[in-house]
């Protein structure tokens, strides 16, 4: 860059927000090298301050502790640090997040990703499940245009809890001793409009009344709903008087003049089982973890950086706001 240039730039930067200064320092690390995590941390009250006790805006710097900015709501008094009433508030370790980030992108297991970070593996499991709070319940909120919904089904898994085992323990990862809906099988409703924005459901049961709860408020009265013209989700799209496009994939059909298709569901779908398989079979209470897991890699598509997985855990997920999702 020519030197004129240069002082350009460089003076142009006084202009940055927090925001846009912080992408830029995410882009200007070295491959490898992550930004620090105190510093990202710090984002979340810099970009947006608001208090986690009563939501007032208007807040003053109080001091420093563990070594994190501390400051005081002028509404309620109270104070509070970046980290309060979020999930990772109280873990140790700060500056391994960043690290423990990067495991959770590669999907790596908790015994390679304590190894690779230097926590005990205890430490590595309840990370990922503290981590992955939220992402659990970043999802769109409605869907538009055109929009495809499929029932899919993961093994029940009672893995992990030492208390009330119902039955013999499987064989983990195995197969289900039926196909299709058995007792064995939890049902997941994906459901995924035409501009990326995903929706998924763990359901109770797969049927007209959980399908119905779940899809009502998810979309809106102009959505064209595609299927693979699973008789529960008809009856839905019917009582909810949307319009409903059914594609007959057993006799054939792939696509219904020329638009209606369920081929972005089922290949987000074949990826998210694709990728859950790594995990050897995940406990049924903690598949919403995973669901939102996977929807937040695809959310950045399928590359997103540490640096945003750790902001996607603290609420300040870039993309989301990009969506305003
Ligand atoms: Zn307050």
New binding site residues.
């Given amino acids: 860059m020519k030197p004129r240039d240069f002082r350009r730039l460089s003076s142009a930067l006084k202009e940055l927000t927090p925001h846009q200064r912080q992408i830029l320092i995410d882009r200007l690390q070295p491959a490898g090298q992550s930004s620090a995590p105190g510093q990202l941390v710090e984002t979340r009250m810099t970009e947006k301050p608001s208090?986690?006790?009563?939501?007032?805006e208007r807040?003053s710097r109080w001091g420093f502790a563990n070594g994190l900015q501390r400051y005081r709501?002028?509404?309620?008094?109270?104070t509070?640090n970046a980290l309060t009433h979020t999930p990772l508030a109280g873990l140790r370790h700060k500056a391994k997040w960043i690290d423990y980030a990067k495991q959770l992108v590669e999907g790596s297991s908790i015994r390679k990703s304590a190894a690779a970070v230097g926590i005990h593996p205890n430490t590595a499991f309840r990370w990922r499940h503290r981590f992955l709070r939220l992402p659990n319940g970043q999802q769109a909120s409605s869907l538009a245009g055109i929009a495809e919904a499929d029932e899919t089904y993961f093994l029940e898994s009672q893995k992990g809890r030492r208390q009330g085992l119902s039955r013999a323990p499987r064989q983990r990862g195995g197969k289900a001793g039926k196909r299709g809906l058995s007792e064995e099988q939890v049902p997941v409703l994906i459901c995924r409009d035409r501009t990326g924005n995903t929706a998924d459901f763990v359901l109770e049961k797969a049927d007209q009344a959980h399908i119905g709860a779940v899809l009502k408020p998810l979309l809106a009265s102009d959505v064209i709903l595609c299927t693979d013209s699973a008789k529960s989700l008809a009856t839905v799209a019917k009582e909810m008087g949307i319009t409903h496009r059914p594609v007959n994939l057993t006799a054939g059909q792939r696509v219904v003049a020329g638009v209606y298709h369920v081929q972005n569901v089922n290949a987000y779908d074949s990826r998210l089982k694709e990728w859950m398989r790594r995990f050897h079979g995940v406990a049924t209470r903690y598949l919403g973890n995973y669901l939102g897991w996977r929807r937040l890699i695809e959310r950045h598509d399928r590359n997103i950086s540490p640096a945003d997985f750790l902001r996607a855990t603290l609420g300040i997920d870039r993309v989301q706001h990009a969506m305003g999702t």
């Fill in positions: 208090c986690p006790h009563c939501a007032g807040v709501c002028n509404t309620c008094r109270a509070f």
